[in-house]
């Protein structure tokens, strides 16, 4: 085997350029960084290429682990599974109340601070506002003779309670504030006093993302190219498109929201592309403990996770302090490695790939088409009995063909909804039995389920043959299947598991790098 390898990596290693690069090996870099990214090459790296200071292996090797890579991958993988449209926050709903989750940016903040509601400002409550208020604001329009103006959306009187307990200690129902609260009164209080200035201010020319042209919103301001608004919102909002806030005066526009939405559903793909890219055992996509979320998640997680969490696997991640929902920021678009708990398993236990599946059996059922390649069938010759009413699937004429292995890799999944449920719902509670059984091995939950799909051989050929799609645009064909696939194959598992490693030997595939011709 160990011959087979080194002569694998013989037949497959690129070819050191000559000191400048020619046409054709120019066009083979592209064709790399296009394969890879998904954009060509880079002035930078072309120049370097074309000198002669980078070959097609380094190329492949840098590239491999480039963030256009991990966004390409990611998106490959997200096809592959099936995912269509992002989803909707709203959709997911809390673990105490069943209640659909608001945006954040869609409330008032905080809820009308007056007499009727002094008793909910607890230290708790408004710590919660207070970081609930270093994010996106929710800003209305109002009309000024320079120009439609947009500003934090608060009412006079929740202005004037927020100063008065800011700066005296003095609540709205004229009673001391809460103990422990004041400080948090003081955090807040710029928000009000910048957030609204009066007309004729010092305001900045915005073009908000959901008019960048020219101000639409009514015919009066026919010509005028930009809104006006104040610095406070700017500085909220994520810069002069306000990209990371919405406003009630037009309609339901929520950009931040609209970035989680896509977040959530590219975790999975996240997840699988920074695997490959930091050189991980690709095994970890169902069997790994952590997660990859944005700032942008973590802000959203930090608004709505308190209400959230205790649906997740163990009602909690590990990685709860870490700085994405500790001191969030929803304009961060970087990507982090966060720790959930062992009971998690890749993707599999991702919220957006239960919102994906929607049921026990088709967890099971993605899995087994995703990351073993494979489908369940049933013989031509096979005949439905109508008359078989048999509850048991694994015994029901017809049905039993596909339930007899389906039941028991869906029975991984017994802490999620059966079926029907489009929401993150894990049982913490009654604790059901989660034992099931695929390739005649036992296990318990998707941790246990992942663990044994990840030691089999049809999840090392699947993955190769995911790996070869997405280098070469197509599927393997049968004869490639039979003379390539063993080889690579064994490249994957002599590797560690490191995707990779199989990635950058068909990029080095004298067929790969063969000139198409014109």
Known sequence: MKRKIAALVGILSFSAIAPAADLVSLRQAEKISLTLTAKPLS???????????????ALADKLSTDPDFI????????????????????ELRDAAENESFGSITSQQYPEG???????????????RNAIAMRGPLQVKLKDCPEGPVLHFSANPVSIESV??????????????????TLPFWKEILPIYERGDLPCGSN?????????????????????????????????????????????????????F???????????????????????????EIVTGTDTIMTGTYGTWMTFNGPRLWANY???????????????????DRKHYRIKRNALHAGVLTSPAYQLLTNGRR??????????????????????PDPTDSNPDLTQRAYCSFCHKSLEPMAAFFNNWPLTGEPNYLYDNKTNPDSRGRFAGVDGKGAAGFGKIMSETEAFAECTTKRAFEFVNGRKMSAAEIEKQLPTYVALLRSSKMSLRAVIKAMLADPQFLKPTKE
């Open 257 to 283: 929201t609209d970035l989680f939405n896509r977040d959530l559903m590219l975790e999975p793909g996240y997840y699988i592309a920074h695997t490959v890219a930091e050189d991980r055992p690709f095994t």
């Open 71 to 90: 966004e390409n991958f990611a998106m490959f993988y997200t096809r592959t599974m099936g995912f269509q449209l992002p989803f909707h926050a709203y």
């Open 203 to 255: 305001f900045v020319d915005v073009k908000p993302w959901w008019d960048p042209v020219q101000v639409s919103v009514d015919s009066k301001y026919r010509g005028l190219t930009s809104y006006k608004a104040t610095p406070l919102v700017v500085e909220h909002c994520g810069g002069s498109d306000l990209k990371l806030c919405n406003t009630t005066s037009l309609g339901d526009k929520d950009r």
């Open 313 to 331: 696997p163990g009602g909690s991640i590990d990685d709860a302090n870490h700085p994405i929902f500790k001191t969030p920021n929803a304009a």
């Open 163 to 180: 100063k008065k307990a800011a700066a005296t200690g003095i609540g709205p129902d004229g009673r001391a504030v809460l103990e422990g």
């Open 362 to 383: 088709a967890k099971a059922n993605k899995a087994y088409e995703t990351f073993l390649c494979s489908k369940f069938g049933v013989p031509a010759t096979a005949k």
């Open 43 to 57: 002035p930078e790296l072309r120049k370097s290429f074309l000198a002669g200071q980078i070959t097609l292996e």
């Open 113 to 127: 601070y007056n007499a009727e509601y002094a008793k909910n400002y607890d230290k708790e409550h408004m710590e």
